[in-house]
């Protein structure tokens, strides 16, 4: 087994490397590009074991997704996930959060393909909507 440790960014060429052991990363961030090369977001993670298959395993993962004007569309934290290099898949059992414009998602295994950015929660989800400013609560006559 190879350990490999590094400061934040700095060890993105290995990530998809492993050759025969699988490599232990620490302190990872992990850009995703598009069809037309441009950055679509980045995985960032407290610890990623990469095999020689193109399977990641990640822990302590924070990803941040981008629209097209490199305008932050979502962040999705999860203690850990799963990462195929091949199909650019993210899945997992564990707990999701999804937090996108005012809303907030949270539930229990997801799978999320990237390139489609589309992401399912398998169970237990739930929305929480933030202040939407659609409605106004109604003055009471002592606040008139």
């Known amino acids: 087994m190879v ?6 960014g700095a060890c993105l060429g290995t990530w998809l490397t492993a050759e025969e052991a699988p490599q ?4 990872v961030v992990y850009p995703l590009k598009g069809e037309d090369g441009k950055k679509d977001g980045e995985i960032r993670a407290d610890r990623a ?12 993962v924070t990803w941040e997704a981008y629209n097209s004007d490199s305008s932050l569309q979502m962040i999705v934290t999860t203690p850990e996930c799963r990462y195929n290099t091949k199909s650019k898949i993210l899945s997992s059992y564990s707990d999701v959060k999804v937090e996108r414009h005012r809303a907030v998602m949270t539930g229990t295994g997801y799978i999320c393909d990237i390139q489609k950015k589309k992401l399912i929660i398998v169970d237990n989800a739930k929305v929480v909507l933030r202040d939407m400013g659609l409605w106004k609560p109604k003055k009471t006559s002592e606040e008139q």
């Open 3 to 8: 350990l490999v440790v590094t400061t934040v």
């Open 24 to 27: 232990i990363l620490i302190d």
């Open 49 to 60: 074991t990469v095999s020689s298959e193109g399977l990641v395993h990640i822990e302590g």
